[in-house]
């Protein structure tokens, strides 16, 4: 079956293709989205009491893709047998309108400008020497001051909350004194501490790091965003991450963008659409449209002007190798760059074990509210003589107190029956976790195929992950565990406990560690050694943009989505300020 065509496809459906959704349809051109999953919506979806069901949701895993039929494979490396992904573990697909930005915590930081051009940085303060072999970092291809003006509107859609530390060159008391320049303030002020966020943010300071209140998408107060969406304030219900909001104050495109793209004439959405491939012209030097699998198992043709690739980051580096879009990556030669970069992150904890009497009250839970400090992030701290590359964001924040996940015990606490129920009841009300989350950098074993093996239901090759952790990733987690039991032993526990990797230990699908999965259609200023220019435009087929986390040339200690958003804002800009001027055009020469 042959579509009408429009002049525009949008590939997926979650925080890049509402954005583009909205900013394109604005600029008056017809869109139609396709997502593979179903629809979504907060009084569907997120209905209360309903969706205040952990087995449901966080179990089960409700909002997430269905690995039978469609799955990652991964091998720690090149020589090594992938086999497939079979249940949720280490990172969570998600799947339907909305994407994991319906179901994520709502943490939405800004990058350091540092970060935006990594190679550069250390190559200046370091020297080039200082990358050990192997390693392929790279700058994005923009810089802070460019981004600027996205992060704040992203966070104006968002309705972030959060106070600023560094506004227009000037230091801010209460903030983040070592962000990037902002300049404007917060959309509304930061969320309440509990006690748990206020005892870290003591010991921090008193140690000699600058506690700040962790950037929330998760609404403070009642707030309207620039496309006239209402959003209410968070009431710490302690159902954030896995599940939707049905308080309406954590940023999704349910709740920001989607009460007015949805309604639009020149805007379609059809779910249960999977795309199975780019469509191209015989010169294979544009897109014609692309073809997807309906819910009956139809095979459809949509036509278009231009492509956005706006699915997950793994979606969208297997559906350019599906297309023959770019060059496959190569990791013995080194040549090519589809799937050239992948990266995940460095996790661990220090975990403390406050006096008997303390009352934590962890039930009392937002996504993304707490104190961070930034002081071991990024480039902030003088990285010579510890001969490691990268950092890690380190924060205090109470998700909640479920009854299934969320009761934890000190290690050596039996796993069930009597003692475990003990266990619970000791630990419920005075255990609280120091997180830190690691950046992990881009490596030549580190990257992402097609495997030769195994096949989606519809007999597509599944994408294959090489990949496994690195001696300077290892270093980097153990200076960050060292510093933070200094702040642990600053608050006076009972007890701490160091949950952080050794070297030697491979990388571990079983246990969750976060979806901040990047890289295999990155960004930069040559296509030699990326895949898209610095507006997310294809180098090789100039009327694709490929949004969303694919294009990180590393990993960071952050959260991906604030400058996920900020990158798709920025490329609707260039759309429809230059590409549509002379459309198929590159927007940077070659």
Same mark, same amino acid.
């Given at each position: ?13 979650? %925080? ?9 349809? +604005? ?19 997120? /209905?209360?009491?309903?969706?205040? +069901? ?15 039929? /469609? ?20 990172? =969570? ?35 080039? *020497?200082? !990358?050990?072999?192997? &390693? ?14 996205? !992060? +704040? ?52 300071? $008193?140690?000699? !790091? ?73 010169? *294979? ?13 139809? /095979?459809?043709?949509?036509?278009? $002007? ?23 990556? +190569? ?63 380190? *924060? ?19 796993? %069930? ?8 009841? $000791? ?13 992990? &950098? ?8 097609? $495997? ?5 239901? =519809? ?5 294959? &992950?090489?990949?496994? %952790?690195?001696?300077? /990733? ?22 701490? !406990? ?8 491979? =990388?571990?699908? *079983? ?44 990993? &960071? ?34």
């Amino acid at each position: 079956m042959r579509k009408e065509k429009v002049d525009c496809v949008i590939v997926g459906f979650g %925080w890049t293709g509402a954005i583009l959704g909205q900013e394109l349809t +604005d600029a008056g051109l017809n869109v139609v989205a396709l997502e593979r999953g179903a629809m979504r919506d907060t009084p569907t979806d997120a /209905e209360y009491p309903k969706v205040a +069901d952990e087995l449901k949701y966080a179990v089960r895993g409700h909002l997430f893709q269905d690995l039978s039929g /469609e799955t990652v494979t991964i091998r720690h490396g090149v020589n090594d047998l992938a086999v497939p992904y079979r249940q949720q573990g280490s990172f =969570y697909l998600g799947n339907g309108v909305g994407g994991a930005g319906f179901h994520w915590n709502g943490m939405h930081y800004r990058m350091l400008p540092e970060e935006l051009q990594l190679r550069t940085r250390y190559e200046e303060r370091y020297g080039s *020497r200082f !990358f050990p072999e192997g &390693m392929q970092v790279q700058d994005f291809g923009v810089t802070y001051d460019e981004m600027e003006p996205f !992060f +704040d509107f992203a966070e104006k859609v968002f309705g972030t909350s959060g106070k600023a530390g560094n506004l227009n060159g000037r230091i801010q008391p209460g903030g983040n004194p070592l962000e990037g320049r902002r300049t404007s303030e917060f959309p509304t002020p930061p969320l309440k501490n509990g006690l748990g966020a206020q005892l870290f943010e003591k010991a921090a300071r $008193d140690v000699g !790091f600058h506690p700040y209140p962790a950037p929330a998408a998760n609404t403070s107060q009642p707030y309207t965003n620039p496309y006239g969406v209402r959003l209410g304030p968070c009431n710490f219900c302690g159902f954030c991450e896995d599940f939707g909001c049905y308080m309406y104050s954590k940023a999704s495109p349910q709740t920001t963008i989607l009460p007015v793209l949805l309604k639009k004439p020149n805007f379609e959405l059809r779910t249960q659409s999977y795309v199975t491939r780019i469509l191209l012209s015989p010169d *294979r030097k544009s897109a014609t449209g692309v073809t997807y699998i309906d819910a009956q198992g139809r /095979e459809i043709e949509q036509p278009a $002007d231009m492509v956005i690739v706006a699915a997950f980051q793994m979606h969208n580096v297997r559906l350019l190798l599906l297309s023959g879009i770019g060059t496959p990556y +190569d990791p013995h030669t080194g040549l090519g760059t589809v799937g050239r970069n992948y990266a995940y992150q460095m996790n661990g904890s220090i975990n403390v074990l406050l006096p008997r009497g303390t009352q934590l009250n962890p039930f009392v839970g937002t996504g993304a509210g707490g104190v961070g400090i930034d002081d071991l992030n990024g480039d902030q701290f003088d990285h010579g003589p510890l001969g490691f590359v990268g950092g890690a964001s380190i *924060r205090h924040i109470r998700y909640g107190g479920r009854p299934i996940k969320q009761t934890p015990t000190v290690p050596g606490t039996p796993t %069930w029956g009597r003692g475990w129920k003990a266990g619970v009841v $000791d630990a419920y009300q005075r255990f609280m976790t120091i997180g830190i989350s690691g950046s992990v &950098m881009p490596y030549r074993d580190a990257y992402l195929d097609l $495997d030769p093996t195994y096949r989606d239901r =519809y007999g597509l090759p599944l994408l294959r &992950m090489t990949f496994d %952790w690195h001696d300077n /990733e290892y270093a980097m987690i153990g200076y960050m565990g060292d510093r933070m039991e200094e702040v642990a032993k600053a608050m006076n526990p009972e007890k701490y !406990f160091r949950a952080i990797r050794r070297k030697g230990q491979h =990388y571990d699908t *079983r246990v969750y560690q976060t979806t901040h999965t990047t890289g295999g259609a990155v960004m930069g200023t040559s296509p030699e050694t990326s895949v898209v220019n610095r507006y997310l435009q294809s180098w090789d087929v100039p009327n694709v943009f490929v949004m969303g986390a694919s294009a990180f040339p590393q990993n &960071m200690g952050y959260n991906p989505t604030g400058i996920v958003a900020a990158l798709a804002f920025q490329t609707s800009k260039a759309i429809r300020e230059q590409y549509l001027k002379n459309p198929g055009a590159p927007l940077v020469q070659a």
